[in-house]
């Protein structure tokens, strides 16, 4: 059974359907959200206090070559998803929304020095790429938020924006998720420290998931739900599919196995959502993972609509997230 959520899944092409929570009571018009004034980012690292200097290798950013707090103290909000393009895109288009001056040159990667993740900041929004799978979220988590803590920032939301594999939801649906489990249906993430495993919550904030969805009201154009999210090691064998290089089950064994999956309220599959729900609440990040399906996995593996369709899709989960920074920022006018 999937830990405590307040309802089952939830699909918008029920418009009646919906909740009737109102959008003023949590979302109209407030800087920051109910809960979260002055809340500083945590890190629970005794051993960083001693350290002289601390270096964000994967970021090339360090305390003594970089001023945090003057570079990132005023960011309120922080959006991650694998591609660098993805992100350089929502950077580009969240600076446009909010209205800021200056053109897109002006917004450039402050993580050039490397190409292993991408950084890109308008105004209180950072934009980060993490790369595909945990242990690639998972680096770049550390530094980031080692980032935020150096930077003394507070009152931080942060967001994946991602893409999935949707089950049993039409395909460029938008999945909020409510719980992020593993793949035996948990919400549990597991980290292996030095040789023992330690087993983490993956509770995401479910204020912030409702408020998520409040949004998604006002966009008719796509449905969008909450729901759980299993993550996976892989995206072929780990995710049930016949398509890899290597498949030793059979069609019924991963429909099974799928609607199965679907029975525990899932309504989505990524690789990142398990280790970025366990590290950001227990650094006391709000956090949400809001993923387009890019296919239903029901009814196949192989993701093979257009590449405009695709990136159509990817913008949704943006659309989405700009309603909510609006919103947040008193800056939102509804059509
Ligand atoms: O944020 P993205 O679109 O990278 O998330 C999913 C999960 C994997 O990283 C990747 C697999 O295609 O997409
Ligand atoms: O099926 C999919 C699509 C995108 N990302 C995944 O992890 N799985």
Not at 19 to 29: G, N
Not at 84 to 97: D, S
Not at 151 to 157: L, N
Not at 306 to 320: A, F, N, S
């Amino acid at each position: 059974m999937v830990g405590k959520h307040r309802r089952s899944a939830w699909h918008s092409t029920l418009p009646d359907s919906r909740p009737s929570t109102t959008s003023s009571s949590r979302t109209t018009k407030q800087p920051l959200g109910i809960n979260q004034r002055n809340k500083f980012v945590h890190v629970k690292n005794p051993h960083l206090d001693s350290m002289d200097e601390d270096i964000l290798y994967h970021l090339d950013l360090g305390t003594k070559t970089h001023n945090f707090p003057a570079m990132f103290g005023d960011v309120k909000f922080v959006c991650v998803g694998g591609s660098p393009n993805r992100m350089k895109a929502f950077a580009l288009f969240i600076h446009k929304e909010l209205g800021f001056e200056g053109s897109e040159e002006d917004i450039q990667d402050i993580c050039a020095g490397t190409d292993r993740y991408c950084m890109y900041k308008t105004g209180p929004v950072l934009s980060i790429s993490h790369g595909m799978g945990i242990p690639s979220i998972s680096i770049m988590l550390h530094e980031l938020i080692k980032l935020l803590h150096h930077a003394k920032c507070c009152d931080v939301t942060i967001i994946r924006i991602g893409t999935s594999g949707g089950i049993g939801i039409e395909p460029g649906s938008v999945v909020i998720t409510d719980t992020a489990v593993n793949s035996f249906f948990k919400p549990q993430f597991e980290q292996i420290i030095l040789d023992t495993v330690v087993t983490r919550s993956t509770e995401l904030d479910k204020e912030l998931a409702e408020e998520l969805l409040n949004c998604s009201e006002e966009i008719r154009e796509f449905p969008t739900l909450i729901g759980h999210t299993m993550c996976t090691y892989d995206f072929y064998e780990g995710q049930g599919r016949l398509d890899g290089a290597l498949c030793f089950f059979s069609n019924e064994r991963k429909l099974d196995y799928l609607q199965r999956a679907y029975k525990a309220g899932i309504r989505n599959i990524e690789m990142e959502s398990t280790v970025f729900a366990a590290m950001c609440g227990l650094c006391d990040l709000k956090a949400a993972v809001v993923c387009v399906t890019l296919l239903n996995r029901l009814e196949c593996d192989q993701i093979s609509s257009p590449h405009e369709v695709l990136l159509e899709y990817q913008q949704r989960p943006q659309q989405l997230i700009s309603i909510l920074i609006k919103k947040r920022l008193g800056q939102h006018n509804p059509k």
